[in-house]
């Protein structure tokens, strides 16, 4: 019965990491907006879950902002979004609930690796949230910052 | 009683099935192990590949040598393919012929106070200002995996004002 039940476990966690596999490759398509400038940029620093990579964000005619990540790689974890902090910059052991910092949510990471695009919500105060993280939720930690400069 | 295992045992191993593969299946989903190994790789195309604007292609913040320097220095391309530098927030002290250039990272001549004079770099005209945004042409096709760097020089002295790194965007 013990051994059934192990056997079970064991296939449903090689279905389901097969699943969360093959549901990215999904990749959704952005909407393409016909012009935008990049209005700032920086790049991903990150030693505990090595992090790398450049956050950018355009800004269309009409206003709207859109973070891209581009040349990106973090460590897969669990339950990871993607926010914009009000910080200057974040420390790798930085812990946004215990220090109260303001985010915004930008949404869950698409990705560990690769270019990726982000709708940032409109409205944001740019001069504000400074920083772009990788946090994972679950555990209040940041797997990457990176601080944005302009352009 | 089909594997012949004693009757004292066969309830233990209901709890600790009842008990233990839930706990499993929690702990999994918490920590989701299998992220070790497996990678999730996307590939976004931009949302402004069809821009008519100039993109950035490669940017750098500068750094200062000899004297202070500081802003930022990008590299953008138009639609058209001409490419162009642009400083940003960009102060350094005024001197005597100052010119910007594309120079190497790996130029020997830049580990010393004053270059010898025999630098490897690309000519884009005297510094219009220094201080204060600014727009300088690149002659057509510059090889940016060669001259990946910003240089602020000062010809009359060998002196480099100011260096930046460029990366890729």
Known sequence: MMRKMIQILALTVVLLALGTRASVYATNRADHENSGVAVETGEFHGKVHKTSGRATIYQAKDGKLVLRLTHFATSNGPNLR????AAADADDDANFLKTNTERVDLGALKGNQGDQNYEVPAGTDLGKFKTVSIFCERFNANFGAAPLQKL | MKFGVPSRLKGRKWILATIGVPILAVAWWVFRPEKLWTNATVN???PFLESTDPQPLYTGLLV?????????????????????L??????TLNGPDVHVLLGRSDDQSLRQDVATGRLDSVELGPLKGNAGDQTYNLPASVDFDRYNTVLIYCERFHVVFGAAKLERF
Do not use: C, M, N, W
């Open chain 2, 64 to 84: 200062g040598a000899a004297h202070k320097a500081s802003g930022r220095a990008s590299i953008y391309g138009a639609a058209d393919g001409k490419q162009y």
């Open chain 2, 86 to 91: 642009r400083l940003t927030d960009f102060t």
């Open chain 1, 82 to 85: 993607v926010v914009l902090v």
């Open chain 2, 44 to 46: 976004e195309p931009s």
